[in-house]
């Protein structure tokens, strides 16, 4: 089945700083989603990507669909104390049909004082 | 997006005895999803939900097990059965939106569930 590599597996960064996070896949999709949780809470979608090659900006955050429909990745931009949670990937490809996602495993954000 | 809901947020069970998760969302949808995730771990698709046809399942899941019901298109149940500790996790439910449908996913806030 498919499979997402995603990395760094965590983060420790200082507040202000920008972060990278980047997932690939053995397959292509059709669709590359961002999530981030927090203790407690199920995933809340950050971005979503529908087209190779796209862009995509929401606030501080920029993600962008790779031309070869199997990467991604999202930056966040000046980091804050907010930003600390887990943030995952997540491809769909939909082969005519509604699909499940398919997740990474998860890049742990942590911000240093 | 839509709002979801999940019940029980959390709930502790004996080895052998089954448990009932229900989600309920604000707005009709097409596609339900259940997911679990493991202490830690990342999420993994147990089943989609169809309204009016049986759940299909992913492979290392089996309907015996989790057995799936969708009655309308705001509501789904998930029943862990038999439970041992090692189903021991976090069950979310997702509904499709936007685009047409199929295209994202929004999650419910997860039970977790916890097997002794």
Known sequence: ??????????MFIQEGE???????????????????????????????????GELTS?????????????????????SIPSDVGIYFCA????????DGLTFGKGTHLIIQP | SAVISQKPS???CQRGTSLTIQ??????VTMMFWYRQQPGQSLTLIATANQGSEATYESGFVIDKF?????????STLTVSNMSPEDSSIYLCSVDGGRGGTDTQYFGPGTRLTVL
């Open chain 1, 58 to 78: 929401n606030g501080r955050l920029t993600a962008q669909f790779g031309i070869t429909r199997k990467d991604s990745f999202l930056n966040i931009s000046a």
């Open chain 2, 23 to 28: 989600c309920q969302v604000d707005s009709q």
């Open chain 1, 91 to 98: 491809g769909q490809y939909s082969g005519g049909g509604a």
């Open chain 1, 18 to 52: 920008d972060v990278s996070m980047n997932c690939t896949s053995s397959s292509i999709f059709n669709t590359w989603l961002w999530y981030k949780q927090e203790p407690g809470e199920g995933p809340v979608l950050l971005i979503a990507l529908y087209k190779a």
């Open chain 2, 10 to 12: 959390r709930d502790i």
């Open chain 2, 67 to 75: 057995p799936i019901s969708r009655p309308n298109l705001t509501f």
């Open chain 1, 1 to 10: 089945g498919q499979q997402l590599n995603q990395s760094p597996q965590s």
